[in-house]
């Protein structure tokens, strides 16, 4: 649902909502020929894995013009998921002539996780020595709230010359986590002259994050984390011509871990540091009437890069990644050959790499997770009336 109602002509208020539900059937480990001959076939024992999720948000929008000069910008939004999945396994353990163990297990998840955020800002419009200036003060304040419970069950068979024993292990596990995120921004447009616009901003984060972890073995765990992070920005636009402008920028980015990646099944990962990226990039915009291009080439370099790696611990592990190099071309543009046809296209090509490793000794792969070319391709018709 996506409602938009007009204030007058100062502004407008839009409210926006959406429902929906998922259910994923896990075939567990399947081999490429067997993936071949019955793509719906699953890994016997694993006919109940599943995960069913749902999702609820609202959200809303305001822009008003207070006055001829200042603007102000609100946006709240509430959001919610639910996650209830099963997973199962079955391994086996021998050494000839002495013993066999087969192993059975299963591991159950019911999550809920709960976010209301508040995004704003004020537009100031005014001259600096007889020049148009933009100036933008603004902040957002987020709360993410999520509790898990969990049980991991595991049912060993060992075979051997004397005999054959069982052995049932439950552990369940219960956790609760609050992740607050607080920001600052400020970000001024200059037009020093008729056509060259300087932009220069910065932006300054704090997250704390507090968690309780109920282990089956060890008990009540407590623990807090805080994490603070500046990003400072400045760019060039050049309007070559009306229709025609090139620009060059450069961005200090950052992402705090999520709550997944700081705090999973045994416990928490404090040490995992937030990602902090440096991005250079210079492009080419054309906006006419009826044609559009957009043309970018970027290189973004960051450090500890958050990464699973799912040889460490017991169930994988988030990690640092030291350095990943990220270098790609994104083109995108649209054509009106008539007033009632529109045709629109992108493409992105996205090199990754791990530049600098030294704990999965993955160096100089590139990152699989990234896909190296996507873009997509549409149309639109404009219906009459």
């Known amino acids: 649902l996506d409602l938009r109602l007009a204030l007058g002509d100062r502004g407008s208020l839009k409210i926006k909502g959406g429902y ?3 259910l994923r059937k896990r075939p567990g480990a399947l081999t490429a020929l067997e993936r071949e001959s019955d793509r719906r076939q699953a890994e016997p024992g694993t006919s109940g894995d599943q995960d069913a999720g749902r999702q609820r948000f609202v959200e809303a929008s305001l822009d008003f013009r207070i006055t001829d000069f200042v603007k102000i910008h609100l946006h709240p939004w509430h959001r919610r ?11 086996t353990f021998e050494i000839p002539g002495l013993f066999r163990i087969d192993s059975v297990t299963r591991f159950d998840v019911d999550s809920e996780e709960d976010e209301l955020g508040l995004l704003g800002h004020l537009q100031f419009d005014f001259e ?26 595991s049912t060993d068979t060992t075979t051997s010359a004397f005999g054959s024993t069982t052995t049932l292990s439950e552990f369940p596990n219960s956790s609760r986590s609050r992740r607050k995120a607080w920001g600052v921004f400020l970000q001024n ?5 008729d056509r060259v616009t300087l932009s220069m901003g910065v932006r300054r984060d704090r997250i704390r994050v507090e968690a309780r972890d109920r282990l089956a073995l060890a008990g009540m765990q407590e623990f807090e984390a805080r994490q603070t992070a500046w990003g400072p920005r400045a760019g060039v636009s050049i309007r070559l011509a009306e229709p025609v402008s090139v620009y060059a920028s450069y961005s200090r980015g950052f992402r705090f871990p999520n709550l997944n990646e700081l705090f999973r099944f045994l416990g928490d990962n404090r040490p995992l540091r937030p990602e902090k990226s440096d991005s250079y990039e210079v492009g080419l915009k054309v906006r006419h009437e009826r044609v559009s291009l957009n043309l970018a080439f970027y290189t973004m370099n960051v450090q500890d890069e958050i990464f699973f790696d799912p040889f460490v611990g017991t169930f994988g592990q988030d990690i640092n990644i030291a350095r990943v190099r990220h270098r790609g071309i ?48 549409g149309l639109r018709l404009l219906l009459p009336y």
Request: negative net charge; charged residues 20%.
């Open 20 to 22: 929906a539900t998922s």
């Open 81 to 91: 998921l639910t996650d209830v999945a099963s997973l199962s396994g079955f391994s």
């Open 189 to 193: 447009d200059l037009q020093i002259y």
């Open 330 to 377: 994104e083109v995108s543009g649209s054509l009106r050959p008539w007033d009632w046809l529109e045709l629109y296209g992108s493409y992105t090509y996205d090199g990754t790499k791990f530049a600098r490793d030294n704990v999965t000794f993955l160096e100089g792969n590139r990152i699989p997770i990234t896909p190296r070319h996507r873009g997509t391709a």
């Open 128 to 153: 600096v020595f007889g020049r148009p200036n933009r100036l933008l003060v603004g902040g957002d304040v987020v709360q993410q709230d999520v509790d898990g419970d969990s049980v991991f069950a």
